[in-house]
C-alpha cells in the first residue's frame, strides 16, 4: 500500500493537477493507494502522526506538494518502523527536489516510487527555541534566522506569489520580496557556538542559515557543500557593515556561484547555538517559527530513508 499525502493548494492550485495526473496513473496501473488531502495548515503533519504512530510495519509515505508540505509530514512523522519517503514536487521553490535532482515530470517521479532502484539515507535537522516551553520542530532543507527568514514570512501571505504562480514565475516572488526585505533590513549583534566547543562573534548580523542541502528559498545556493547525509549542519553567516556587498553575496548565490569570503562566512558542525541581541525571523523550510533571539540546530544523522 501506497500512502499519499497531498497538498492541493500548493503553488497556488498546482498541487491539485499534479496530483490528478498521478492518481489517473495509479488507477489505470491499479496500484493500492490511500490519499490524504490537506485543507490547511498542520493537516500534513496530522496525517503523518496518524500514518505512523504506533505502526512498526514498514510504509511508504509519498508528499505532493512543496518544501512546507515536506517540512511538516517529516515533522509529524513517527519512527516506530521502517519509513520509506517518497516526494512529488509541486511547489514554488523546490529547493529538496533542485538537490536530489528529481525529475520535473511528475510521471517519471511516480515511477520512481512505484519501482525504486535507490535509497538514500538523509540526515534532517532539529531546531529549538521558546524560553518559557522549548518547541522544536525538524526541518529537511534548511532553517534561520533574519532576513532570509523574513522573507519566508512576507511569502506565506504574499499576494503576488499566486499571481506569479500561475505565470510559471514561483521563484520571481522570492527575488522581489528579497529585495523589499534587503531594503528594510537592519542588522544586529549576535554570535554562534558550535559543538559547544568554538564562540563566533559578529557586529552586523543580517541572517544566519543551517543547511543540509545546498539550496533555499527557491534556488539561492548559500551551501554548495551541504551534503545531505554526512551528518554535519552546514551554516552560513551573513554579517557585513555595507549592504550593498550583502547584496553582491544575494546575486552570486543565485546564480549558483556563492564562494566563501568576507560577508558570508560558512561553518560545518553537528549541533549550533545563535543569539542574537534583538528577537529577528525565524523559519524552518519556509515555514514561520516566529521571532526569536536564541535558536539550538542539531542534525540528526542518516534518519529518512528516501527514494530519489
Known sequence: MHYFIVNPHSKSGKGEKIWEKVEKLLNAWQIDYQCFRTEKPGDAKLFARQ????????????????DGTVNEILDGLSFCGPITFGYIPAGSGNDLARSLRLPKSPKKCLKKILYPKYHKQMDYGVISYGENEVEHRRFCVSSG???DAAVCHNLL??????????FHAGRMAYILIGAKQLFLARPTKGYILLDGIKKVEFNHIYFIAAHIHPYEGGGFKFAPKADPSD???SVSVASHTDKKKLLLILVSAYLGKRKRGKGLKTYECKEVRIHLERPMAVHADGESCFCQDDLQIQCIEKKLRVIV
Open 157 to 166: 501571505y504574499s499576494r503576488f506569489k499566486p499571481v506569479l504562480n500561475k
Open 231 to 233: 551528518g554535519r549542519l
Open 145 to 147: 534566522i533574519g532576513m
Open 51 to 66: 500514518l505512523t504512530e504506533g505502526i512498526k510495519e514498514p510504509r511508504i509515505i509519498t508528499a505532493v506538494g512543496g
